[in-house]
Structure formats: C-alpha cells, structure tokens
C-alpha cells in the first residue's frame, strides 16, 4: 500500500486549522511546528481508516452500478430460440 502523503501547503493549512481549532474550542494556543507535528500524527494514524473507508464507499458505489448495467443488460436481451 502507498503512503498517504500531502503537499506542503496542504499539511500547512491542516496545521493552521488545527491551531484554530484548538484555540477556539479548547482555549489552546500552540506554534506551527507543533500543529505540524500533530498534523503529521493524525495522518499516520487515523489517514489510512479514513482511506479506508473511502476506497469501501467507492467500491459499494461501483458494485451498485454494475449490478445497474447488469439489469440494463438483462432488459436489452432478445428471445432466442435458438437456445
């Protein structure tokens, strides 16, 4: 499996979100290395149940509309009576 990875920008902005957070909700203040540092620890942690999930959703999706194409199929289908 691959590693989630993130741009630098995008861990900057989970950093800036998580200090905001944590300010507001729970009267925190803590620097950008620190958020950084957090960031990091909740993408290695808890990234891959997140993942996870996602690549189940997608395949409930596609499972769903191949059994779709497959009653569409079904309806197309001509008698045969060569069967």
Not at 49 to 75: M, P, S, W
Request: proline share 1%; aromatic share 10%.
């Amino acid at each position: 499996m691959s590693k989630i990875e993130f741009t630098s920008q995008q861990k900057k902005k989970m950093a800036g979100l998580l200090q905001d957070y944590l300010s507001d909700e729970v009267d925190m203040e803590i620097g950008q290395f620190d958020a950084e540092f957090l960031a990091d620890f909740i993408i290695q942690k808890f990234g891959p149940a997140f993942y996870n999930q996602g690549v189940l959703d997608a395949q409930t999706i596609l499972q769903r509309k191949l059994l779709d194409i497959a009653d569409e199929l079904y309806e197309i289908e001509q008698a045969d009576e060569l069967q």
